[in-house]
């Protein structure tokens, strides 16, 4: 997987009624919605990997558009967003990611959905591996995603908070 140059990675620490997430962007946008409660490492964890070499410099400031509009979600006002992102990923999880965007609020899909609405109705391992990389939760909606058979299957925020999001859009 390709990675970036070091840059300024942006970072904040957003609560919201009982959400705790950290949330993170680069001068180009929002790149990395943590889950609640987990700590900090998970964050600088995938900054490491993702921007090898970057500081993180905490700017609540810098990051208030992007906690405005998760805000907006997590008190219902908000179904979709529209801050500039700034994804990391292969050709491949970009793709995914894309189609995840494409699932309508308060709806859910299936993963072999993923695959065939991408054209690649045989990779739904990949497709799964590539949901499970996601790296702004809420924002690029995984949660959307069930098995096949309508049960809630992994998430990297915690089933707990997948229920929570598909009750939220309800």
Same mark, same amino acid.
């Given at each position: 997987?390709?990675?970036?140059?070091?840059?300024?990675?942006?970072?904040?620490?957003?609560?919201?009624?009982?959400?705790?997430? +950290?949330?993170?962007?680069?001068?180009?946008?929002?790149? +990395?919605?943590?889950?609640?409660?987990?700590?900090?490492?998970?964050?600088?964890?995938? &900054?490491?990997?993702?921007?090898?070499?970057?500081?993180?410099?905490?700017?609540?400031?810098?990051?208030?558009? +992007?906690?405005?509009?998760?805000?907006?979600?997590?008190?219902?006002?908000?179904?979709?967003? %529209?801050?500039?992102?700034?994804?990391?990923?292969?050709?491949?999880?970009?793709?995914?990611?894309? &189609?995840?965007?494409?699932?309508?609020?308060?709806?859910?899909?299936?993963?072999?959905?993923?695959?065939?609405?991408?054209?690649?109705?045989?990779?739904?391992?990949?497709?799964?591996?590539?949901?499970?990389?996601?790296?702004?939760?809420? %924002?690029?909606?995984?949660?959307?995603?069930?098995?096949?058979?309508?049960?809630?299957?992994?998430?990297?925020?915690?089933?707990?908070?997948? %229920?929570?999001?598909?009750?939220?859009?309800?």
């Amino acid at each position: 997987m390709k990675t970036t140059q070091a840059q300024t990675l942006f970072w904040s620490q957003l609560t919201e009624q009982d959400w705790n997430l +950290y949330i993170c962007a680069t001068e180009k946008g929002l790149a +990395y919605v943590g889950s609640p409660n987990r700590p900090f490492d998970e964050l600088t964890d995938w &900054a490491s990997r993702r921007f090898p070499g970057s500081p993180l410099v905490r700017d609540d400031r810098k990051l208030t558009p +992007y906690a405005a509009e998760l805000i907006e979600y997590f008190q219902g006002k908000r179904h979709s967003f %529209t801050v500039p992102t700034d994804l990391q990923g292969t050709p491949f999880q970009l793709t995914v990611w894309q &189609a995840l965007c494409d699932i309508p609020f308060g709806q859910t899909c299936s993963y072999s959905d993923i695959a065939e609405s991408i054209g690649k109705p045989s990779s739904v391992r990949a497709v799964g591996a590539a949901i499970g990389s996601n790296p702004l939760l809420v %924002t690029v909606p995984c949660h959307r995603v069930i098995g096949k058979n309508g049960s809630l299957t992994g998430y990297r925020g915690g089933l707990e908070m997948k %229920t929570r999001l598909l009750a939220l859009e309800k």
